[in-house]
């Protein structure tokens, strides 16, 4: 029996460990994940910054002018009817009252006028977070701005866990891997797009080796890909036809199944496998769509669950027009989102690309 395409999911994220973790530099850990939270090595800011150019200044005014404080300087304290030039982003020199901006003010033989603010321009130490302050908790993505926030706290480098490493086969003897189809072949649709999905979804995958329709081939072609990989995907041959061997090649292998077959619709014949030494083996079926829509179900928990982050959470969108349910089973729709709304498109067959090609994503349709 078909297990549901939730607990397909769930399933599937539960099924695999995460993996080691390392230092990186700043610059090498984009699209990882945190292993150890990150927390502020110092207050942020650090010390009082001034938001504008202009002067800072004690007491009442008008105030002589003593000097001037740039970015990157360590300021004077500030006497009493005094008033320092001050740059954005320079210190506020100790017994500061206001820091006045340079375009509401004047000065006239060597003073300051100008009035008085009524909100500070400058920035509190500790204003945007305090020493020791948790900032993102583990498992958090590594993006752009979590680099430069990282930079901002002091660090060097980041605590992940390493890219997942994938290998794609792409099985089926009907295959061209060049030129245009005909002949009763087809081209390979999926041997150049699954690395690309994948490497999208934190791992690092190189090009896809296609594998001849024979048993020997299958297993020797699985048992390479398995030795230096995290997750083996695999593409065609998860049904019982003539020709479709991963299923006893999988027996061959000694692996034991987590999921065989999923209650949806494209694309139920999918599977996730443990293989002897670990690896993990996710069957795609063949036709390209179908593809697609196991690599959302499977593929991309068990990427989740190997880089230490949680099952990715669905979201909600107002549909545009009616989707039809598929009975028992879950149907995955294609869709484009556009003025708020999911907008269902054609082209949606287990074989086709081109409805893919527009969509932003699959509409979920439950069973019922």
Known sequence: MPVTWDDAR????????????????????DGLALAAALT???????????????FAVRGEGPWRVEGRVLAGQVPSELKDRTATEIATGAMVPPGTDHVLRVERCSVRDGEV???IPERPDWRRAGEEAGLGEEL????????????????????DELTVRRAPRAAVTVFGDE????????????????????PAWLRRLGADCGPAASVEDTLAAHIRAIAAAAEASDLVVTTG?????????????????????VVDTVAVRPGFPMLVAVLPGGTVLAGLPGNPQSAIVALVTLVAPLLAGLRGLPLPELSTVRL????P?????THLALARVSGGEAHPLPHAGSAMLRGVARSDGFVVVRPG
């Open 10 to 29: 769930a399933t599937a994220h539960a099924a695999v460990h995460a993996l080691p973790t390392s230092a990186v530099p700043l610059d090498q850990a």
């Open 325 to 329: 349910g598929r009975g028992d089973f």
């Open 113 to 115: 006028h100008g009035e």
């Open 136 to 155: 993102l908790p583990v498992g958090s993505p590594v993006t752009p701005g979590v680099i430069g926030l990282a930079a901002a706290c002091g660090y």
């Open 40 to 54: 502020t090595l110092t207050a942020l800011p650090s010390f009082d910054t001034s938001s504008v150019d202009g």
């Open 237 to 257: 041959g998860t049904m019982h036809g003539p020709v479709d061997h991963l299923h006893p090649a999988l027996r061959e292998l000694g692996a034991e199944y």
């Open 175 to 194: 295959l061209l891997f060049s030129g245009v189809p005909g002949g009763g072949r087809i081209r390979d649709a999926l041997g150049p797009a699954l």
């Open 320 to 323: 545009a027009a009616d989707v």
